[in-house]
């Protein structure tokens, strides 16, 4: 038995959360990957899965050794990475996180141009909007719009990240243009509901910090869904300029309160620290400051 392939090939079990998918990845079959496994813990002598027809949990040593793996299975790559650096050829699979709508607007876009200047790299692209561990799920590189708390990441800022106040034309038309942050108060604003803030939308002019409460017809944790009732007309709501840019160009949105500065969290790439960055992740993330620096403005 391959024991580096077996804790791999367990690792994965448990990141992707099934024996099917570790199996769909690694292109065979499920009784493979089941083989594996069990051969794994024939060696250790010891059960590190619970298996039910319907769910997969680790066994308490299971857990343990799962760790351990994690961190062993990075120190491995951090030696091979090094070593790949001296020939300086980026490669291997590349393991990125974000947001659906930040994956699919932003990141998307730019991932062929980067296959192509990067043959040796493939991309395993995980999208989606809880906060995940990066390094429990294998994670080698993160894009946020947030602020980091966790002082085991770095984060390198790619590009600024305005919040900009828009709604449709026809609804302007209709309700007419807010002139003060106060007005909103008498508008149907959209809100975001996984900001902290919820309700209270924040404002900067001439170095004064003012909020106002806001509310409406219409709130959802899903900012591509705010954006799609806003193009319908149906009230004001707080995006990020990547996520409306393309509709003020196209005047299918029109920007409120120009002069008064909302909140701006810049976009990050986030990864874990460690002692050696992998080549892979260093290209990937100035290929991205490089195409995505300046162009929101």
Request: glycine residues 6%; hydrophobic residues 40%.
């Given at each position: 038995?391959?024991?580096?392939?077996?804790?791999?090939?367990?690792?994965?079990?448990?990141?992707?959360?099934?024996f099917?998918?570790?199996?769909?990845?690694?292109?065979?079959?499920?009784?493979?990957?089941s083989?594996?496994?069990?051969?794994?813990?024939?060696?250790?002598?010891?059960?590190?899965?619970?298996?039910?027809?319907?769910?997969l949990?680790?066994?308490?040593?299971?857990?343990?050794?799962?760790?351990?793996c994690i961190?062993l299975?990075?120190?491995?790559?951090?030696?091979e990475?090094?070593?790949?650096?001296?020939?300086?050829?980026?490669?291997?699979?590349?393991?990125?996180?974000?947001?659906?709508?930040?994956?699919?607007?932003?990141?998307?876009?730019?991932?062929?141009?980067?296959?192509?200047?990067?043959?040796?790299i493939?991309?395993?692209?995980?999208?989606?909007?809880r906060?995940?561990?990066?390094?429990?799920?294998g994670?080698?590189?993160?894009?946020?719009?947030?602020?980091?708390?966790?002082?085991?990441?770095?984060?390198?800022?790619l590009?600024?990240?305005?919040?900009?106040?828009?709604?449709?034309?026809?609804?302007i038309?209709?309700?007419?243009?807010?002139?003060?942050?106060d007005?909103?108060?008498?508008?149907?604003?959209?809100?975001?509901?996984?900001?902290?803030t919820?309700?209270n939308?924040?404002?900067k002019?001439?170095?004064?910090?003012?909020?106002?409460?806001?509310s409406?017809?219409?709130?959802?944790?899903?900012?591509?869904?705010?954006?799609?009732?806003?193009?319908?007309?149906?009230?004001?709501?707080?995006l990020?300029?990547?996520?409306?840019?393309?509709?003020?160009?196209?005047?299918?949105?029109?920007?409120?309160?120009?002069?008064?500065?909302?909140?701006?969290?810049?976009?990050?790439?986030?990864?874990?620290?460690?002692?050696?960055?992998?080549?892979?992740?260093?290209?990937?993330?100035?290929?991205?400051?490089?195409?995505?620096?300046?162009?929101?403005?």
């Open positions: 038995m391959d024991q580096l392939s077996a804790m791999r090939t367990f690792v994965r079990v448990i990141q992707t959360g099934s099917s998918s570790a199996a769909r990845e690694q292109n065979t079959s499920q009784a493979t990957i083989k594996k496994v069990a051969a794994l813990e024939n060696k250790l002598g010891v059960k590190l899965l619970i298996r039910t027809s319907r769910s949990s680790l066994t308490q040593v299971g857990e343990e050794y799962y760790e351990n961190a299975l990075a120190e491995i790559d951090e030696v990475a090094r070593l790949r650096s001296k020939v300086s050829t980026p490669q291997g699979t590349l393991r990125i996180a974000a947001s659906v709508p930040l994956g699919r607007l932003v990141l998307a876009p730019l991932i062929a141009e980067f296959l192509r200047a990067y043959p040796d493939e991309v395993d692209m995980v999208l989606e909007e906060r995940i561990d990066m390094v429990a799920e994670i080698d590189v993160a894009i946020r719009a947030s602020k980091l708390e966790d002082s085991t990441l770095i984060a390198r800022p590009f600024a990240n305005p919040q900009l106040l828009v709604a449709a034309p026809g609804y038309a209709q309700y007419g243009e807010p002139k003060t942050p007005d909103l108060k008498h508008h149907n604003c959209i809100v975001y509901t996984y900001k902290k919820l309700n939308w924040h404002f002019h001439s170095g004064v910090e003012s909020s106002v409460s806001v409406g017809i219409f709130r959802s944790n899903s900012g591509e869904t705010n954006l799609e009732i806003a193009l319908a007309g149906m009230g004001i709501t707080q990020p300029i990547w996520m409306v840019d393309q509709h003020l160009k196209r005047g299918e949105l029109v920007q409120v309160l120009a002069d008064y500065e909302a909140d701006n969290i810049p976009i990050h790439a986030i990864y874990p620290q460690n002692r050696y960055v992998p080549l892979k992740v260093r290209c990937f993330i100035d290929f991205l400051k490089e195409k995505l620096e300046g162009r929101y403005l």
